[in-house]
């Protein structure tokens, strides 16, 4: 069993999670971050990616748990 730490590259929901942290890393989300008047948009973009990440880990977490 592979920790979820580790992530399994052959699993589909690690595409999408890498989809999400390269749109997440366009120009244009940083530029949507900055007319919603958000002042530190860096340090919001890394909070939306690490939430993202956590909230990943936790699902596995629990499948884990579960099994």
Do not use: C, Y
């Not at 860096?42 to 993202?52: D, G, M, P, Q």
């Amino acid at each position: 069993m592979l920790s979820p730490l580790i992530p399994d590259i052959k699993h589909p929901k690690w595409n999408v999670v890498v989809k999400l942290l390269e749109l997440i890393a366009l120009p244009r989300a940083h530029k949507i971050a900055g007319r919603l008047k958000i002042s530190d948009v860096n340090n919001f973009l890394t909070s939306i990616k690490v939430l993202i990440l956590a909230d990943l880990s936790e699902e596995l977490f629990r499948s884990l748990s579960q099994s």
